[in-house]
């Protein structure tokens, strides 16, 4: 079966200074920019704002289905609400995971394949996995792998920082997927070319910081 599916994302935003829309393209291209990474992040670089806690996938998913049906997505250029792209079949979510050598965390699985492939979320949306498109998560996998080859000399942007959730503007948000917890970064590029300087711990578990947003529906949060 094939990857490709069918979505609609549409993110906006027009206030941008000059060198943070060069990064931001940088990024987008997938090449030229010369992220300045390491295993783990130093702690003086970034502010928790939400406390963990123990989660249930089952509560968590079964919360986030109904927040999509009561309030759903708005489209920012229409202003109109949409349906989020349906779930993935799990098969899928693995054929993803055979593609990019990549292990997605539990509840993530879940996500794809239980709630919807994308489209919903904090801010502008969670990233769709797999689709048509090419704003997906295979899409900006593939991206940063083709930018850490066209400069294997250079620092490596890290497979385990996971495209997620666009953020508005400049800014996204990216799952460090080295554990179940997935913590959740956001992501500024700014006029600074440290990525350090880029990363701010936005919650230490994805399913709290869904959770969340789940169980406070007026909360927009956007760029």
């Known amino acids: 079966m094939s990857l490709i599916r069918s979505q609609t994302l549409l993110p906006c935003c027009t206030r941008r200074t000059r060198k943070q829309a060069h990064n931001q393209a940088m990024i987008r291209s997938g090449g030229g920019h010369r992220f300045e990474v390491a295993e783990s992040f130093p702690a003086a670089r970034i502010s928790p704002s939400l406390s963990d806690r123990t989660m249930n996938n089952a509560d968590t998913i079964a919360d986030l289905q109904r927040r999509i ?14 349906a989020p ?31 919807a492939n994308g489209g919903f979320g904090p801010a502008y949306g969670i990233v769709p996995l797999i689709a048509s498109g090419d704003d997906t998560i295979l899409d900006w996998n593939s991206r940063y792998r083709s ?24 800014t996204t948000y990216v799952l460090d997927i080295r554990t179940d917890e997935a913590p959740v970064y956001k992501v500024d590029a700014d006029a600074s070319n440290n990525i350090y300087d ?7 578990s994805v399913e709290s910081w869904l ?11 956007r760029g």
Do not use: K, M
């Open 198 to 204: 880029w990363l701010h711990l936005v919650s230490p």
């Open 69 to 82: 049906s009561v309030f759903p997505p708005i489209d920012c250029v229409t202003n109109l609400t949409v």
């Open 85 to 115: 792209p349906p779930p993935l079949a799990p098969a899928l979510v693995s054929e993803f995971e055979t593609a990019t050598n990549l292990r997605l965390p539990s509840f993530i699985r879940r996500l794809y394949s239980e709630v």
């Open 211 to 221: 959770a969340d947003w789940a169980r406070h529906p007026v909360t927009q949060d």
């Open 147 to 170: 930018a850490n080859r066209s400069e294997p000399d250079g620092p490596q942007w890290p497979d385990h920082l996971l495209h997620f959730c666009e953020g508005g503007c400049v």
